[in-house]
């Protein structure tokens, strides 16, 4: 829906001001933190539109609980990606 699309913009936005902005030592933590503030605002956009749309138990469901387990493992699974390349 559309809050998805105006969330992964917001995400990319977010994630890029930090990177440059604030400074961790460790390339693992900081794509990790990275990813996880990127996807709460994906979510955070994309489940207010759902909720807008219909109930929002069916929205925090539907758009948020069913994907939140796969998309922490894809997020451990760049940080490591990333880790390895940069070193």
Known sequence: ?????????????????????????????????????????????GVAWLAYLTDFNIAFYAGFVIFILPGFFKTLILGGIVNYIKN
Do not use: E, R, W
């Not at 994630?15 to 996807?39: E, R, T, W």
């Open 1 to 45: 829906t559309g809050g998805y699309i105006f969330g992964y913009v917001l995400a990319a936005m977010l994630m890029s001001y930090l990177a440059h902005n604030f400074i961790i030592p460790d390339k693992f933590a900081k794509v990790l933190a990275l990813c996880l503030i990127g996807q709460a605002a994906i979510y955070l956009l």
